[in-house]
């Protein structure tokens, strides 16, 4: 690929320059033998480190004070290199929440000395890599904590509070000391490239900086991040919750925008109508349509059961990606929405420490020539993939039929006939329907296959298509991929999300008096289950027409809709039964229509394309044997 092409040459640089390095110290035989690094070492004093804050120039001036806006980025920094005349890379992390609700699993925020500058940080980013000889800059998103400016919750303003710092990086932004007034400063210390780190909102501006195509941003690594805002707030209009993104502006935002920003927020609340049609505000929070604008590579992580930041989110991001010809890296968790460095600790420090030397110091390690995928099979049991999804993994249509009683249908290969009904039920949701998948009951329609005979491994996106009749103006759809047999997987529901915080501490860097690498051990938190509801999609029959705009329903009137289902890596064993579920409402998950209807699904009109491993030959030799 021409990325691979760019880094190489960057990496005979790097190589060639610790070489002449070398020799100006050795024998010329001793310099000729001296090998690349391939990993950085802690050889810089974290204690004496340079911290610093400086306030870069948006260009922009969205809380309309008459003045651009200027955001804070605070920066921890080895010394010893600017002293040698060397540069470093930079690690960034831009985020709304360094003073509302804090970062990683103890919330923690930044804290400042007496002189303003930045003495405590978040996370361990600053303790691990700032010894190894890169810098670390936190920066507040416009609106947020020290920053100037008006929160737009993943819009211009949001994006151009990180893109300003790398353009600032490398030259082509201005800072100052202070948010008013202050001396202009450069960024002279580093050699401009830049990796981009974050989770959920955080990894979401990675995805959005990257979509600018911005130089100097050479690596990504979004954690359980937003890549379309639309689909936070909506799934073909549906809706997720009852509150838009006003909301979340409100409970990220300093005490200045909250003054000054009353027509942003106007803005964000007339934008994104809660009827879940398609804006130009979604249009603008759209990154999946930039993906060709990518420069980056991207080390993305997910949690295939997170339910705050859905798995469709990575799944589509990761596809446009490829289409473009990315370099890419995934993790892929049985977790919610939990950071790996709470769910997998020593090794995503060890794979991280990897990537950014890789990616940001050009140490010819072996990481890009490793398998693409690591995913979690069982709770703390991992494989790999060479390429994900797998290059056999097939796009497989299975048809759901009626069976001997009501609401419990077949899945298989042939085409169905007849109808299914069910009634929109507001107080269930999926884990009710797989609970009685077996047995008839009226807010469901649940389809199975035999018990399989062997494995069968679904990798990637899954699509349902139904064909249904409402009996009222409105209706929403939900549908959902059930395992149905016993395991043992991550409690993902659980309040924190399949890990359990415990009271003991282990280290990852340096530490400070008022800034710690020591932080909460966590173990996996398990439960035995009869069901694993593994992949879900929704949508609002409205939208049948189009993704963007929903209509009145025809009482009476039948329509056809594709649901898009999340993205998964998920392994039905040998005596487990592969099933699908189509209702209504699903609980908790996304918002009930004005009405309850009724519906009826027309079956020959209705199927399920799944990313099956060995395709239609994998199913029909895994569904040959065995009763129903």
């Not at 540069?87 to 970062?103: I, L």
């Not at 805002?229 to 919750?241: L, Q, R, T, V």
């Not at 139904?466 to 009222?472: C, D, E, F, L, R």
């Amino acid at each position: 690929m021409q990325k691979r092409t760019r880094f190489t040459i960057y990496r005979t640089y790097a190589t060639a320059s610790v070489a002449a390095l070398l020799a100006a110290f050795l024998t010329p035989a001793a310099a000729q033998a001296a090998p690349a690094p391939t990993e950085s070492q802690p050889v810089y004093s974290y204690a004496h480190a340079v911290r610093e804050s400086v306030w870069v120039d948006t260009g922009l001036d969205a809380d309309r004070d008459g003045r651009n806006d200027r955001v804070a980025a605070d920066i921890v920094r080895p010394r010893e290199p600017a002293r040698q005349g060397r540069k470093v890379p930079v690690v960034m992390d831009a985020s709304p929440y360094y003073s509302c609700c804090g970062r990683g699993n103890e919330d923690q925020k930044k804290t400042y000395d007496t002189r303003g500058r930045v003495s405590g940080m978040p996370l361990f980013y600053d303790n691990y890599f700032v010894p190894r000889g890169y810098a670390f800059v936190g920066v507040d998103l416009a609106g947020t904590n020290r920053s100037d400016g008006c929160v737009d919750v993943g819009g211009r303003s949001d994006i151009r509070s990180a893109k300003a710092v790398i353009d600032w990086l490398n030259g082509r932004a201005r800072a100052y000391t202070s948010r008013r007034g202050g001396t202009a400063v450069k960024a002279n210390w580093t050699n401009g490239r830049t990796g981009m780190i974050g989770k959920s909102w955080d990894g979401t501006i990675a995805n959005g900086v990257a979509a600018t195509g911005v130089k100097g941003l050479k690596t990504i690594v979004p954690i359980s991040a937003i890549s379309s805002w639309y689909d936070y707030y909506f799934a073909k209009g549906a809706p997720f919750s009852e509150f838009g993104p006003d909301w979340l502006s409100f409970a990220v935002q300093s005490d200045d925008a909250s003054r000054h920003c009353a027509a942003m927020e106007r803005k964000l609340i007339d934008g994104a109508p809660r009827s879940g049609d398609w804006t130009p505000l979604w249009t603008q929070r759209d990154y999946v349509k930039d993906a060709a604008k990518v420069r980056a590579s991207v080390f993305l992580v997910h949690g295939t059961q997170d339910l705050n930041v859905r798995a469709k989110h990575f799944g589509q991001w990761w596809a446009a990606l490829a289409k473009s010809g990315v370099e890419r890296k995934i993790w892929l968790s049985q977790t919610g929405h939990v950071d790996p460095f709470d769910f997998r600790r020593a090794d995503w420090v060890h794979t991280l420490h990897r990537w950014f030397d890789h990616e940001l110091l050009g140490h010819d390690n072996g990481i890009d020539r490793e398998p693409m995928a690591d995913i979690e099979r069982h709770p703390d049991q991992w494989v790999t993939s060479n390429v994900w999804p797998p290059s056999d993994a097939h796009t497989t249509t299975l048809y759901p039929a009626a069976g001997n009683r009501p609401g419990v249908g077949a899945l298989g290969l042939s085409k169905g006939t007849g109808t299914e009904r069910f009634t929109d039920n507001r107080a269930r949701g999926e884990t009710d329907w797989a609970a009685r998948i077996g047995s008839t009951t009226p807010e469901k329609a649940g389809f199975l296959t035999k018990p399989l005979t062997s494995d069968l491994r679904l990798s990637g996106s899954s699509k349902v298509t139904v064909t249904a009749t409402p009996t009222t103006s409105t209706a929403h759809l939900s549908a959902v991929l059930v395992d149905l047999g016993p395991a043992t997987i991550r409690d993902y529901a659980h309040k924190a999300e399949g890990i359990t915080t415990l009271t003991n501490r282990t280290c990852w860097g340096s530490s400070t008096k008022r800034d710690s690498a020591c932080f909460k051990a966590t173990r996996v938190k398990k439960k035995s289950v009869d069901y694993t509801v593994f992949s879900r999609g929704w949508a609002d029959l409205g939208n049948h027409a189009s993704d963007r705009k929903g209509v009145r329903l025809i009482p009476g009137k039948a329509y056809t809709i594709t649901l898009d289902l999340a993205a998964t890596d998920h392994v039905v064993p040998k005596g487990h039964r592969l099933a699908l579920i189509v209702a209504g409402t699903d609980k908790n998950l996304i918002e009930p229509p004005s009405t309850t209807p009724t519906l009826t699904l027309d079956l020959a009109r209705s199927s399920v394309r799944v990313p099956l491993l060995g395709g239609a030959a994998a199913f029909a030799r895994a569904t040959s044997g065995g009763t129903n």
